[in-house]
């Protein structure tokens, strides 16, 4: 096999593009409902050796009594490259887009409209923090409900008249930080914009032992909704072991702050709902294995009361909902304030849920009659905004595809429109598997536990009687594989290899775990 043909197949697979998020605006007109979903994906370039970022925007018209019903999809225009931007967010009312940036060494604030650049604000001149967040873990950028103030998260200046440190120890002490992809980011502070005004303030309150990011404006835009992380017992390793203490907080623009969840719990994603009347969290518990079951939480904010939506799913029937086991997407409440939606694994899938608050049921809402469920094994919830969802979808055989639907009355189905096709598929053969230990290799504690995995096939080898396999061992053993599109895996399978994605401790120790999706009493 020549090395300049691999590279090839490398090149052919790595290079298609995939959506990392999603933006929708609608605009009514006489008759007529008109959506906007603006994406961001995502490119790897191997000529430069960098991965890219592009735009592209689609409208849509609705109609209807309600305007649920996709009429027309007019043609995308062409992808617009986004240069080193960092952060960007849409406000909810006028649409103008807010954009943190690099340029030369400075970050900047952009405030974009239908004119053009409207303000600019020079965060490094400033001087009021040090680098903006742009991580998962804590970063943020929400507009407040006025749209004149837009919050985020920064590491601490280290300029400062005192004689300690922005960690309160001398400057010549080692500053622990988050560690592996959160190097450099030890002590985060809350800030708020005025771009209007041309200032930059950074809340104060906030307790010196926890770091804070995640933030959102609350109702009325006087408080900001947190979490915070505890740096006890140690800080490292937070971006693949999340199970660390950390709690929900409030703090108002005068510096006062206060816990709103139980402190000894592991919490993430607060997410407020579309009425303002309601805030729901995802609930773990600190440390033991990673990546365990979540619990999803709403905070009734008019009552200060918090209950249990979803609870911990132990030991679910073959095929049912398993629990929420990913991070919630920015925006998933439905217009009525009423359902929630999320992608979740479901042992070797990746599927999309919908509950129902006044029932508590969970929906799949992946299934359909056109069977699309059985063609893209991973759908993934990037927004639902005017009950629009936008999703994407793949398999092993199928890089990521664009789709859109409106959320169903009770009990119906989505009706899907694809808005952007992959510009390659194949033709390869994939399958999932439900693997079950022989009786001597029983776990006499959990028994019946069993595991998945995909395994996936060049269409030649149908008529091959071998076929060389490389096998995947993920890092976890609580992660998964689902059977979503993979370039390596891809790559591989195109050189004329099956792969096998899976968890393999079974065969090797006769001690096996499972990965995510499984019930949460064999974690």
């Given at each position: 096999m020549e090395p300049a043909h691999i590279t090839g197949v490398y090149g052919e697979v790595s290079g298609l593009p995939a959506p990392v998020s999603a933006h929708v605006r609608e605009e009514q007109l006489p008759g007529l409902q008109v959506y906007t979903v603006t994406t961001v994906w995502r490119q790897s370039d191997l000529v430069q050796g960098s991965r890219l970022h592009f735009s592209k925007q689609w409208t849509l018209t609705a109609e209807g009594n309600d305007y649920k019903s996709i009429k027309t999809v007019l043609p995308p225009g062409p992808s617009t490259p986004m240069s080193r931007e960092y952060l960007s967010r849409f406000s909810p009312i006028?649409?103008?887009?807010?954009?943190?940036?690099?340029?030369?060494?400075?970050?900047?604030?952009?405030?974009?409209?239908?004119?053009?650049?409207?303000?600019?604000?020079?965060?490094?001149?400033?001087?009021?923090?040090?680098?903006v967040y742009d991580d998962a873990q804590f970063g943020c950028l929400s507009?407040?409900?006025?749209?004149?103030?837009?919050?985020?998260v920064a590491e601490k200046s280290k300029d400062t008249s005192d004689e300690k440190s922005a960690c309160g120890m001398d400057s010549?002490?080692?500053?622990?930080?988050?560690?592996?992809?959160?190097?450099?980011?030890?002590?985060?502070?809350?800030?708020?914009?005025?771009?209007?005004?041309?200032?930059?303030?950074?809340?104060?309150?906030?307790?010196?032992?926890i770091s804070p990011g995640q933030a959102l404006w609350a109702p009325g835009s006087q408080s900001v909704f947190f979490v915070g992380w505890y740096h006890e017992p140690f800080r490292l390793g937070l971006m693949f072991c999340s199970n660390?203490?950390?709690?929900?907080?409030?703090?108002?623009?005068?510096?006062?702050?206060?816990?709103?969840?139980?402190?000894?719990?592991?919490?993430?994603?607060?997410?407020?709902?579309?009425?303002?009347?309601?805030?729901?969290?995802?609930?773990?518990?600190?440390?033991?294995?990673?990546?365990?079951?979540?619990?999803?939480?709403?905070?009734?904010?008019?009552?200060?009361?918090?209950?249990?939506?979803?609870?911990?799913?132990?030991?679910?029937?073959?095929?049912?909902?398993?629990?929420v086991y990913e991070a919630l997407p920015s925006c998933c409440w439905s217009a009525d304030s009423q359902r929630v939606l999320f992608s979740s694994a479901r042992r070797n899938w990746k599927d999309l849920f919908m509950v129902d608050r006044r029932s508590k049921k969970v929906t799949s809402l992946s299934d359909s009659p056109s069977e699309l469920s059985k063609i893209y094994g991973s759908w993934k919830l990037l927004t639902v905004q005017g009950d629009l969802m936008v999703v994407c979808c793949s398999s092993p055989n199928i890089p990521p595809t664009l789709m859109v639907g409106f959320l169903?009355?009770?009990?119906?189905?989505?009706?899907?429109?694809?808005?952007?096709?992959?510009?390659?598929?194949?033709?390869?053969?994939?399958?999932?598997?439900?693997?079950?230990?022989?009786?001597?290799?029983?776990n006499v504690h959990y028994s019946g536990l069993d595991f998945g995995a995909v395994l996936v096939?060049?269409?030649?080898?149908?008529?091959?009687?071998?076929?060389?396999?490389?096998?995947?061992?993920?890092?976890?053993?609580?992660?998964?594989?689902?059977?979503?599109?993979?370039?390596?895996?891809?790559?591989?399978?195109?050189?004329?290899?099956?792969?096998?994605?899976?968890?393999?401790?079974?065969?090797?120790?006769?001690?096996?775990?499972?990965?995510?999706?499984?019930?949460?009493?064999?974690?």
């Open positions: 006028q649409g103008q887009k807010a954009v943190v940036k690099e340029t030369c060494g400075y970050q900047f604030l952009e405030i974009w409209d239908c004119h053009g650049l409207r303000r600019c604000l020079n965060l490094t001149a400033l001087n009021k923090h040090g680098r507009w407040s409900q006025c749209e004149n103030k837009l919050l985020y010549s002490v080692y500053r622990e930080d988050w560690g592996e992809a959160l190097t450099n980011k030890s002590c985060p502070v809350i800030c708020v914009a005025n771009p209007q005004a041309g200032t930059v303030s950074v809340l104060q309150g906030i307790q010196s032992d660390r203490r950390s709690a929900l907080f409030k703090l108002d623009l005068d510096g006062h702050c206060e816990c709103l969840s139980e402190n000894d719990r592991s919490v993430s994603c607060p997410r407020l709902s579309p009425d303002g009347s309601t805030l729901i969290y995802l609930q773990g518990q600190v440390f033991g294995p990673h990546n365990q079951c979540l619990s999803l939480q709403q905070l009734d904010l008019r009552s200060g009361k918090t209950s249990t939506l979803l609870d911990v799913v132990n030991r679910p029937q073959y095929d049912e909902f398993a629990g169903p009355s009770a009990g119906g189905p989505v009706s899907w429109r694809t808005l952007q096709q992959p510009p390659l598929t194949f033709d390869f053969d994939w399958t999932s598997l439900d693997v079950t230990p022989p009786p001597e290799e029983d096939k060049p269409s030649r080898s149908l008529h091959v009687s071998s076929v060389p396999l490389v096998v995947f061992i993920h890092g976890g053993p609580h992660s998964q594989f689902p059977a979503e599109w993979n370039c390596t895996t891809a790559g591989l399978t195109k050189l004329g290899f099956a792969v096998l994605m899976g968890e393999m401790p079974l065969f090797v120790l006769k001690a096996y775990t499972v990965h995510t999706g499984a019930p949460q009493v064999f974690i």
